[in-house]
């Protein structure tokens, strides 16, 4: 079979180097002349062609049209779900091979490095929309294999709303802006949405995480990903194995407060953007495990909910996760339009060796992917978008539509055909060609859901008993604010009839709030999301017990807390610091893996007690505590003076109190300290305070404070703090 010489020249080189592919695509501008897009070199770019130098510009100014034509026609439709995104390049190798279960190359050979593109994103909100809504993030990886593009397009919560694709538009809908006054953006909180959820109890699950911490990350890099579907992994005897894909960050899984993602949203948008950014530019690039949950064919009914229920999760407790891989995201991409937003994942990009299951919504979804970009990207041929390529050759008979860029040699363009051999030829299954299980299905044409899918609450109560208890009063804050902004007593008080079904403690908190009572019987209609011809009585939620009460997997709590890789720490500073101790810790910090900035009253330099100039990072103005994991501050007389005397600097330290960080002062920088409200709720004496549990460190022995310190930031949030209840700031 003769290969054309780009073929040729790809398999010579290393195939899988999607970085030298997309490199042929990208172009510098340095030390160039200016051009037309036809290449015409242009003289002049400030001024149209006129009629005189006072007179109107003519039509023939083409250099002019041309530019103003191209600009007019800049933008695209933003995706209809997940809009706001931002992603980053990477690679992926599997620790060992994974034959026994699939025949897919990249998860065969340890010592391949597959090219992977991901991008993250909210769902809700709009391309301009603030990073940190309340909301669920979506998470999905290209991953470039030797087999041709393989799309793991999951999210960062491991279940849906919806147990079919049909009511995927509604669910949109719904939780969208309103329509006739395109209010609230980026937001769940708001009528529509609730009314939908109200009498959708299949949604009950998911609305457990989406008002649980979860919803609000502290970085894209400390969040988990599911593929949320059961999927199946098929090995080269055909057997099929269930599977649920797993990420599992490195850093471990962190989030916000509730206060915190609002303010945060108002004071810089695009964090979780930056975060993901700096963090590959400074070389902490980001990684998470691949996870799998792998149920024999043979166990598909032992479980007491049904694996095709997007619904449901296989508790890590029932089914462990095995971590089979890595990937690590080690590049920004060098344009956002090109390949951020250009990027076009699909759930059907499968290789040999991984194959769907007959999840409903994982069907309808099959569907909807290359439907969307072709209004999205313009066209049948997103696929030659440079960033859309697969490493591999592609050859078809599929041709022309707009924005062709393949030059397909040659009169064939059909197949079988004789003039060209019948060629490209069908691979068979030994040569890669792909071929979908063979799954039995012996069925009647039926419109309807199988009752394996009617019981709604037992993981929505699984999920809530294991949460720790300052993570269960987030869930009560979360619905109490949501229900709270809704307008429609009715449709709160159908919630309160749902969520009853959950926790009866859970309701009641969210009921207080509300100045409403928790209903004695579900508030009807329960459930309208069901067939006009149906039986509503048919159609009523089943209320199981899971079969285990408790999953620690589904606390944050018991999350990796071993780091301060890649955290930002603020040091609170105004001259006469003491640059001795601002640079024993700063230093510590630093080769701990954190980002370390002095926060001063202005920019410039503040002049330490020693006499060295210490360079300021940001003022008050552009930095708030928001922004930072924790903050310390310390000694030097005339510095304490000025801060305590400075409102900004001890409101930052109340808000980083109130939210929960840990805190670190040098002993005689207390004076400071002394001016916020938490003053009262330090000890007298400070070698009591437990670290650990507190996150409150002050000590002049700065190599003992250090220590104390980095051990803290480690922990993350000292959420206790809130309890019994929030503190204020
Ligand atoms: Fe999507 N989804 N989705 N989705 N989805 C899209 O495709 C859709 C679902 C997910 O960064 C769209 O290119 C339907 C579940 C992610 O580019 C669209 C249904 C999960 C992304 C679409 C679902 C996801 C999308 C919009 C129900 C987690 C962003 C733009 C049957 C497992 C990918 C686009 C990116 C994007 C349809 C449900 C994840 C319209 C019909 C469940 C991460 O095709």
Redesign the pocket.
């Known amino acids: 079979m003769a290969k054309n010489k780009k073929d040729a020249a790809n398999a010579a080189e290393n195939i899988n180097d999607k970085v030298a592919k997309l490199a042929a695509h990208t172009t510098s501008d340095d030390g160039e002349l200016l051009t037309t897009n036809h290449g015409l070199r242009i003289n002049d770019d400030q001024n149209s062609l006129k009629a005189g130098d006072r007179g109107a510009t003519l039509l023939e100014d083409f250099i002019l049209r041309e530019k103003i034509t191209h600009f007019d026609h800049e933008r695209i439709p933003e995706?209809?779900?997940?809009a706001r995104?931002s992603a980053a390049h990477g690679v992926f190798k599997v620790y060992e091979s994974q034959s026994a279960i699939t025949k897919a190359h990249f998860l065969l050979d340890p010592s391949v490095e597959t090219p992977v593109f991901v991008?993250f994103?909210t769902v809700a909100g709009s391309r301009g929309s603030t990073d940190l809504a309340r909301d669920v993030r979506?998470?999905?990886v290209k991953f470039y294999t030797q087999e041709g593009n393989f799309d793991l397009?999951?999210?960062n919560m491991p279940v849906?709303f919806i147990q079919d694709?049909i009511k995927?538009p509604d669910l949109v809908h719904a939780v969208k802006p309103e329509p006739d006054n395109e209010m609230p953006q980026a937001a769940s909180a708001h009528d529509t949405f609730w009314d939908f959820i109200s009498v959708m109890p299949e949604s009950t699950h998911m609305i457990m995480w989406l008002m649980s911490d979860r919803a609000i990350p502290r970085s894209y890099r400390m969040m988990e990903g599911?593929?949320?579907?059961t999927f199946r992994l098929i090995n080269e005897a055909g057997e099929s194995t269930f599977v649920k894909f797993h990420w599992k960050p490195l850093l471990g899984v962190h989030s916000v407060a509730w206060d915190e993602a609002q303010n945060i949203s108002g004071k810089d948008p695009d964090y979780h953007r930056r975060d993901l950014w700096e963090a590959i530019e400074s070389g902490a690039f980001p990684e998470w495990e691949l996870g799998v949950q792998l149920v024999p064919e043979a166990d598909e009914f032992k479980f007491d909910f049904d694996l095709l229920d997007?619904t449901k999760i296989i508790p890590e407790e029932l089914v462990p996760v095995q971590r089979i891989g890595k990937m690590t995201l080690n590049r920004n991409p060098e344009n956002f339009f090109a390949e951020t937003e250009q990027?076009?994942?699909h759930v059907g990009h499968v290789v040999p060796g991984i194959d769907f299951t007959n999840d409903p919504?994982l069907q309808?979804?099959l569907f909807?992917?290359t439907?969307?970009?072709l209004i999205?990207l313009g066209g049948p041929n997103f696929h030659e978008i440079p960033i859309n390529r697969p490493v591999v050759p592609v050859h078809n008979n599929q041709r022309d539509g707009f924005m062709r860029q393949t030059i397909n040699r040659g009169k064939v363009s059909y197949g079988p055909n004789g003039i060209a051999n019948n060629q490209p030829a069908q691979a068979k299954a030994a040569e890669g060609g792909f071929t979908s299980y063979n799954e039995r299905i012996d069925a009647r044409k039926i419109r309807r859901r199988s009752k394996s899918f009617f019981e709604h609450f037992s993981q929505a109560r699984l999920f809530f008993n294991s949460q720790s208890d300052p993570e269960k009063n987030h869930i009560i804050d979360a619905f109490s604010f949501e229900l709270g902004k809704v307008r429609s007593v009715e449709i709160r008080q159908r919630m309160l009839g749902i969520i009853a079904q959950v926790d009866k403690n859970l309701a009641a908190g969210v009921a207080y709030n509300l100045g409403l009572h928790v209903p004695q019987e579900p508030e009807q209609p329960m459930n309208l999301s069901f067939p006009a011809d149906a039986d509503p009585a048919d159609y009523q939620p089943v209320d199981e017990e899971s079969s285990i009460m408790l999953s620690d997997a589904l606390s944050m709590l018991n999350t990796v807390k071993d780091t301060i890789k890649s955290r930002k720490i603020a040091i609170l500073a105004a001259d006469g610091v003491n640059a001795v101790s601002l640079n024993t810790v700063k230093d510590a910090l630093v080769s701990g893996g954190a980002t370390v900035e002095v926060i001063a009253p202005r920019l410039g330099v503040v002049i330490a007690e020693q006499d060295e100039k210490i360079p300021v990072d940001h003022t008050f103005l552009t930095a708030a505590s928001v922004f930072y994991d924790a903050v310390y501050v310390p000694g030097g007389t005339n510095s304490v003076a000025t801060l305590e005397a400075e409102a900004d600097a001890v409101h930052f330290l109340n808000e980083a109190f109130k939210h929960c960080k840990a805190i670190a002062a040098d002993e005689d920088a207390l004076q400071v300290l002394e001016a916020t409200y938490f003053s009262k709720k330090l000890p007298d004496d400070f070698s009591d305070v437990s670290v650990l549990t507190e996150g409150i460190v002050i000590s002049n022995d700065t190599a003992k404070l250090t220590k104390q310190f980095i051990a803290a930031i480690a922990q993350h949030r000292f959420w206790e703090r809130e309890l019994p209840r929030k503190v204020p700031a």
């Not at 995706?79 to 997940?82: L, M, Q, S, T, Y």
């Not at 599911?226 to 579907?229: A, E, K, P, S, Y």
């Open positions: 995706r209809v779900v997940h995104g991008r994103s979506g998470f999905a397009v999951g999210n849906f694709a995927f599911f593929g949320v579907h997007p990027v076009a994942f919504l309808g979804r909807s992917y439907d969307t970009q999205r």
